[in-house]
């Protein structure tokens, strides 16, 4: 049963501070990997695709992957209220007979003014 | 350029009934995917179809079925629907078959079962 596990949360932190969000992985060949924003009640949105081990940015935002340790993070710098919501890791297995994501439950992030 | 379009946006329907969902994916995007969001829980994968031919299917009972038709649309079935079907049903569309560059989804359907 392929897995991804993300700390449920609520992460709280305040208005400018970093969010670090993470997300682990149980499927060795996994080899596409995106972040999700859910805001209560809307569908997801994606904001970050990672396909190979390092560092990926995009304004506010960073995503790392470290496919040895089977790990996925999301950091928002500058963090605003805007920001409040779930993130979602999700995984693909691309490259196999199937595309499909496998998602986390999501972290809920709240950033207090 | 339309979004992921899905319709009905919310839909309220009695246990052992068939629900119809529908989906008109991004232009010029040829797979399309079917998720089940329950409250509080991430989207579970249900259904992929690229080129009109099933690529993938969740673990999900054969209550559920899905097609999709040479414009690309696609329809996901539910039939004999029970309490717990109840969830946010999410269609996302891509240019590619597979994880690359990554699905949009649309705003969902909100089925309600009583």
């Known amino acids: 049963q392929k897995e991804v596990e993300q700390n449920s949360g609520p992460l709280s932190v305040p208005e400018g501070a970093i969010a670090s969000l993470n997300c682990t992985y149980s499927d060795r060949v996994s080899q596409s990997f995106f972040w999700y924003r859910q805001y209560s009640g809307k569908s997801p949105e994606l904001i970050m695709s990672?396909?190979?081990?390092g560092d990926k940015e995009d304004g506010r935002f960073t995503a790392q992957l470290n496919k040895a340790s089977q790990y996925v993070s999301l950091l928002i710098r500058d963090s605003q209220p805007s920001d409040s919501a779930t993130y979602l890791c999700?995984?693909?297995?691309?490259?196999?007979?199937?595309?499909?994501?496998?998602f986390g439950k999501g972290t809920k992030l709240s950033v207090k003014p | 350029d339309a979004g992921v379009t899905q319709s009905p946006t919310h839909l309220i329907k009695t246990r052992g009934q068939h629900v119809t969902l529908r989906c008109s994916p991004i232009?010029?995007?040829?797979?399309v995917s079917w998720y089940q969001q329950v409250l509080g829980q991430g989207p579970q994968f249900i259904f992929q179809?690229?080129?009109?031919?099933?690529?993938g299917r969740g673990n999900f009972p054969d209550r559920f079925s899905a097609r999709q038709f040479p414009n690309y649309s696609s329809e996901l079935n539910v039939n004999a629907l029970l309490l717990g079907d109840s969830a946010l049903y999410l269609c996302a569309s891509s240019s590619s078959g597979g994880g690359i560059p990554g699905y949009t989804f649309g705003s969902g359907t909100r089925l309600t079962v009583v």
């Open positions: 179809y690229y080129e009109k031919e099933e690529r």
């Open positions: 232009s010029g995007h040829k797979s």
């Open positions: 999700a995984v693909s297995d691309y490259g196999g007979s199937q595309g499909n994501l496998i």
């Open positions: 990672i396909y190979s081990n």
